[in-house]
Nanobody, 119 residues
Framework: QVQLVESGGGLVQAGGSLRLSCAAS????????MGWFRQSPGKEREFVAR????????YYTNSVKGRFTISRDNAKNTVYLQMNSLKPEDTALYYC????????????WGQGTRVTVSA
């Protein structure tokens, strides 16, 4: 089992920045691919970014490329999502996930942290 706790969400104006954190406990953190997903009201949960154990393999969804940065600190069992140039359409509940594979089909999930971007 892996327990994930997200933090760092909040209300920010368009163009602003937030940094989300996800603290993991349980099994060896460095064994897992870590990802961020988000869900807006009335929409399905969507992939945002993922990072492999070493931090050398990173992938973003197109809508956040150049604005968001995912990183991890295996010594602190934490993954981060730095979000810059935020837009109202980034408003969502952001979830952290951990999986052995890149597809996140059998992932562990956190409870989410809410991000609201005002126009």
């Amino acid at each position: 089992q892996v327990q994930l706790v997200e933090s760092g969400g909040g209300l920010v104006q368009a163009g602003g920045s937030l940094r989300l954190s996800c603290a993991a406990s349980g099994r060896t953190f460095s064994n897992y691919v870590m990802g961020w997903f988000r869900q807006s009201p009335g929409k399905e949960r969507e992939f945002v970014a993922r990072i492999n154990w070493s931090g050398r393999n990173i992938y973003y969804t197109n809508s956040v490329k150049g604005r968001f940065t995912i990183s991890r600190d295996n010594a602190k069992n934490t993954v981060y999502l730095q979000m810059n140039s935020l837009k109202p359409e980034d408003t969502a509940l952001y979830y952290c996930a951990a999986d052995s594979n890149y597809d996140f089909r059998a992932a562990y999930w956190g409870q989410g942290t809410r991000v609201t971007v005002s126009a």
